[in-house]
């Protein structure tokens, strides 16, 4: 017989991996050359906006793979549950914080489906949907970074294409280097 409340004490192997993937899509967006070479703004929507970018890349690879749907809907919730947790560290009191994951949620979503678009019609469209999204708060426009992200970003769709839906629903990636070197 399998016990309904187990899953309180101990999550499940796709739990853990969803987790374990998640960790990484944050440390990926913590890259130090994100924020000094690349000049993404180091603040909490900064961060954010980088997480957003992260983990839109890897649900962009799982959403092909029917086989994926559950451990997808896991990582966007280790994603969510991240984020509620981070709020409340912050000091945002309970009856501030579903609210402000409801929009953070719709921010990512957002965001995501802007991705979407731009990588389907190439080009210009992505460097400019990075602007927006990585730079909105700064007077910003320059070639050669936004050039270098939008490149990083493909490089990472084409890199997380070639690594097995196995593996990744194991909880291991990796991203495309962020030089071209």
């Known amino acids: ?10 999550p499940s192997a796709e739990d853990t991996a969803a987790r374990q993937l998640y960790r990484a899509t944050v440390a990926q ?17 900064g961060r954010f906006d980088l997480i957003s970018l992260h983990g839109f890349l890897v649900l962009h690879r799982l959403k092909n793979d029917p086989t994926a749907a559950s451990f997808a809907q896991n990582y966007a919730g280790a994603l969510f549950e991240d984020m509620d947790r981070n709020l409340r560290e ?6 501030s ?3 402000k994951i409801r929009r953070m949620a719709e921010g990512f979503f957002g965001r995501s489906a802007a991705y979407n678009k731009a990588l389907a019609e190439g080009g210009e469209p992505l460097t400019d949907v990075l602007e927006r999204n990585l730079y909105g708060v700064l007077e ?3 070639e050669a970074i936004l050039d270098a992200v939008a490149s990083y970003v493909r ?3 084409d890199h ?7 593996d990744l629903t194991a909880g291991r990636i990796s991203f495309a280097p962020l030089s071209e070197d």
């Open 29 to 45: 967006a913590r890259q130090v050359k994100f924020y000094t070479d690349w000049r993404v703004p180091d603040s909490v929507t």
């Open 160 to 166: 997380l294409a070639a690594q097995g839906v196995a």
């Open 90 to 95: 912050m000091g945002v009191g309970d009856l």
């Open 1 to 10: 017989m399998k016990w309904p409340f187990l899953n309180l004490f101990w």
């Open 155 to 157: 490089r990472c769709v």
């Open 140 to 142: 910003m426009r320059n």
């Open 97 to 99: 914080v579903g609210k």
